[in-house]
């Protein structure tokens, strides 16, 4: 028989605070929370909103506040995340299990706001200055790195870095680390916190932000013809990994089951996607052939969908090459929560999942008028009422990285 891998255990922490059912209930509420930068002054810079996470987070209740003081913000929130994650799967890693847990964390930049401080310090007090924790701060695996020494799971550990598409490759290789037995539990997901002068700035340049500074809760507009780009988020979603008769045998709570994964390149542009969306839809084909499953099997699609005019129309022409007009209910949360760039993937998968659980479809916020050539089921407007239980989560990177993974929430 096939290995399976299901979730029992998530830890999230978004612009609405900690908590998944925190996020949930923002979702329901079709609560935004995009607002002006408070985190530092922008207003000097092009955009000035993001979807930022306050800085009141109590990290020490829940992380040794020894391993939070030498970790940057992405690193202590991944560390956050996790014990709440584990919290609720109920594993305890102990000598006898220690190696047949992993560890596997996304982010798509990492340190930035450590970077930042010490090269001013740099700038300004000169080399000598320069705190002997700016690389191991900065550099993107130390999410995983820290969260083993704060688990003590010493199975395999890695990180995965593929822009916005981070945590759903993680999601995706952790799970075939558990088929391939290397582990039968896995620590995975992303995490990101990049609303600082250098992010915003070098985003801003490149054009990808939405410059909407005078109307932050209606900026972001996915699949919206008025759309100008995304708006940064900053969050954290991790959850663990168990094979299906691991978690059985513990008698652990299951909330999903990792079906498929499937994964493409563009070859196309460093920012910029394939136009025609066929990078994207190869990587769809490889998750519906990965769950053994046909394109019609699949209840609800949540999209990438960030409100860039390049992105949502390549998504848009990527559904429409796999379903036509006749796809299932779509939608994208990012209007609620900001573009969690690294973290995004694994926040979204599991909002998918509790849209399965409650039988319930958050609109898609400032959707008010999609372009006409998207004529697939977006849902905007209002809630919709559905059974489902099989989603689909596409996620796309910087780089041409496509990522999709298949779910399903009540497991047989």
Same mark, same amino acid.
């Given at each position: 028989?096939?290995?399976?891998?299901?979730?029992?255990?998530?830890?999230?922490?978004?612009?609405?605070?900690?908590?998944?059912?925190?996020?949930?209930?923002?979702?329901?509420?079709?609560?935004?929370?995009?607002?002006?930068?408070?985190?530092?002054?922008?207003?000097?810079?092009?955009?000035?909103?993001?979807?930022?996470?306050?800085?009141?987070?109590?990290?020490?209740?829940?992380?040794?506040?020894?391993?939070?003081?030498?970790?940057?913000?992405?690193?202590?929130?991944?560390?956050?995340?996790?014990?709440?994650?584990?919290?609720?799967?109920?594993?305890?890693?102990?000598?006898?299990?220690?190696?047949?847990?992993?560890?596997?964390?996304?982010?798509?930049?990492?340190?930035?706001?450590?970077?930042?401080?010490?090269?001013?310090?740099?700038?300004?007090?000169?080399?000598?200055?320069?705190?002997?924790?700016?690389?191991?701060?900065?550099?993107?695996?130390?999410?995983?790195?820290?969260?083993?020494?704060?688990?003590?799971?010493?199975?395999?550990? #890695?990180?995965?870095?593929?822009?916005?598409?981070?945590?759903?490759?993680?999601?995706?290789?952790?799970?075939?680390?558990?088929?391939?037995?290397?582990?039968?539990?896995?620590?995975?997901?992303?995490?990101?916190?990049?609303?600082?002068?250098?992010?915003?700035?070098?985003?801003?340049?490149?054009?990808?932000?939405?410059?909407?500074?005078?109307?932050?809760?209606?900026?972001?507009?996915?699949?919206?013809?008025?759309?100008?780009?995304?708006?940064?988020?900053?969050?954290?979603?991790?959850? #663990?990994?168990?094979?299906?008769?691991?978690?059985?045998?513990?008698?652990?709570?299951?909330?999903?089951?990792? #079906?498929?994964?499937?994964?493409?390149?563009?070859?196309?542009?460093?920012?910029?996607?394939?136009?025609?969306?066929?990078?994207?839809?190869?990587?769809?084909?490889?998750?519906?052939?990965?769950?053994? #499953?046909?394109?019609?099997?699949?209840?609800?699609?949540?999209?990438?969908?960030?409100?860039?005019?390049?992105?949502?129309?390549?998504?848009?022409?990527?559904?429409?090459?796999?379903?036509?007009?006749?796809?299932?209910?779509?939608?994208?949360?990012?209007?609620?929560?900001?573009?969690?760039?690294?973290?995004?993937?694994?926040?979204?998968?599991?909002?998918?999942?509790?849209?399965?659980?409650?039988?319930?479809?958050?609109?898609?916020?400032?959707?008010?008028?999609?372009?006409?050539?998207?004529?697939?089921?977006?849902?905007?407007?209002?809630?919709?009422?559905?059974?489902?239980?099989?989603?689909?989560?596409?996620?796309?990177?910087?780089?041409?990285?496509?990522?999709?993974?298949?779910?399903?929430?009540?497991?047989?």
């Amino acid at each position: 028989m096939d290995t399976r891998v299901v979730i029992t255990g998530v830890g999230s922490l978004s612009c609405f605070g900690p908590g998944r059912e925190r996020l949930w209930e923002a979702l329901c509420n079709e609560e935004c929370g995009i607002d002006t930068i408070t985190h530092f002054d922008a207003s000097e810079y092009k955009s000035q909103i993001a979807a930022e996470c306050s800085r009141d987070i109590d990290i020490s209740e829940r992380v040794d506040p020894k391993l939070a003081k030498r970790a940057d913000r992405f690193t202590q929130y991944a560390m956050y995340c996790t014990d709440e994650a584990m919290q609720q799967a109920g594993l305890q890693v102990t000598d006898e299990n220690a190696d047949e847990i992993g560890v596997l964390i996304g982010s798509g930049i990492g340190g930035m706001e450590t970077w930042e401080k010490q090269f001013t310090t740099l700038l300004r007090k000169g080399p000598r200055r320069v705190s002997p924790f700016l690389v191991p701060m900065m550099i993107v695996d130390m999410a995983a790195g820290l969260v083993s020494i704060q688990t003590g799971a010493k199975g395999p550990n #890695l990180a995965v870095v593929t822009a916005c598409a981070s945590a759903t490759h993680a999601i995706g290789e952790a799970t075939a680390i558990i088929r391939r037995g290397q582990a039968q539990a896995m620590i995975t997901g992303g995490s990101e916190t990049v609303v600082s002068p250098t992010a915003v700035s070098g985003f801003s340049s490149a054009g990808a932000v939405s410059f909407r500074n005078d109307d932050p809760k209606h900026a972001c507009r996915p699949f919206d013809r008025d759309r100008d780009g995304f708006v940064i988020g900053e969050g954290c979603t991790i959850m #663990l990994l168990e094979e299906y008769e691991h978690a059985r045998a513990r008698g652990a709570e299951i909330l999903g089951e990792i #079906l498929g994964f499937g994964m493409s390149g563009d070859a196309y542009h460093i920012t910029g996607p394939s136009p025609t969306g066929e990078g994207a839809v190869r990587a769809m084909k490889a998750a519906l052939k990965d769950a053994r #499953l046909n394109a019609d099997d699949i209840d609800y699609i949540n999209a990438h969908a960030p409100g860039t005019p390049d992105g949502d129309s390549m998504e848009a022409h990527a559904i429409l090459g796999l379903y036509g007009d006749q796809s299932p209910p779509v939608s994208s949360t990012k209007g609620n929560h900001g573009h969690q760039l690294g973290a995004t993937g694994a926040t979204e998968l599991i909002m998918s999942l509790y849209m399965a659980e409650h039988s319930y479809i958050p609109p898609t916020l400032n959707c008010d008028s999609p372009e006409d050539f998207m004529t697939f089921d977006i849902v905007r407007g209002s809630g919709r009422e559905m059974a489902m239980n099989t989603i689909m989560s596409n996620s796309f990177g910087f780089g041409g990285h496509n990522a999709v993974l298949i779910a399903n929430r009540r497991v047989q």
